[in-house]
């Protein structure tokens, strides 16, 4: 199977002011776009060939690195491009996932507070997660192109903190780039979406 990068679900420009539209074309044209282009070059003729995302992403975890990174980062790509949408955010969450959070992490100003720390206390390039693992809901961050999959975690919600996510925008202001993700662009019915899967 060759891996193809479909269309961003809303336009470029659909984000703006809290992402721009040239963050956007870098990011998702010419970035997500590289790992879909080193996935095909780095699965060809492997074991790999004809395995789904899902499956690659597990499987060559710790084995195949060049496999691992692309792999990785384009299953953290194809849900975060969802995890956004135009007048995102707010202060109201679908029901179910209200209720899990109030339950396993506080409420949901405390799950927005720890959530964005998470992302900030990230050294580096990474991601930072709401996970479901063993039925409950965790805040967990990983490395580089990593995922919650290989921590035999649900991954329902990601935010990319690496640099070329917010450095157009926010420059080194990391922090103020997870609150407006938090704030304003998460698109809480794809995590409730997920979350009814897991
Ligand atoms: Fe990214």
């Known amino acids: 199977m060759t ?8 336009a470029h420009d659909a984000l703006a002011p809290y992402m721009s539209k040239e963050t ?12 879909v282009t080193n996935l095909n070059n780095a699965i060809k ?8 995302l899902e499956e690659i992403v597990k499987s060559s975890f710790g084995k195949n690195a060049a496999v691992f ?20 955010g707010g202060s109201k ?10 339950e396993d992490l506080g409420g949901f100003e405390k799950f927005k507070t720890d959530f964005a720390a998470a992302g900030v206390g990230q050294f580096g390039s990474g991601w930072c ?3 479901v693992k063993n039925g409950k809901l965790e805040i ?6 990593e995922n919650p999959l290989v921590h035999g975690a649900t991954p329902i919600l990601g935010c990319d903190v690496w640099e070329h996510s917010y450095y ?27 979350f009814g899967k897991v």
Not at 45 to 52: I, R, W
Not at 93 to 102: D, F, M, T
């Open 129 to 131: 997660w709401l996970q």
């Open 24 to 35: 956007l074309e870098f990011h998702h044209d010419k970035h997500h776009q590289a790992y």
């Open 168 to 194: 157009i925008d926010y420059r080194n202001r990391r922090p103020d780039y997870l609150k407006a993700f938090v704030d304003q662009l998460v698109n809480w019915d794809y995590v409730d979406e997920l």
């Open 140 to 145: 967990s961050k990983t490395a580089n192109g």
């Open 69 to 88: 990174n692309n792999a990785g980062q384009n299953y953290n790509h194809l849900h975060f491009w969802h995890w956004m949408k135009p007048h995102g």
């Open 45 to 52: 003729g492997t074991e790999y060939e004809g395995k789904s």
């Open 93 to 102: 969450l679908p029901g179910r996932l209200e209720k899990k959070i109030n």
């Open 3 to 10: 891996f193809t990068l479909p269309n961003l679900p809303y």
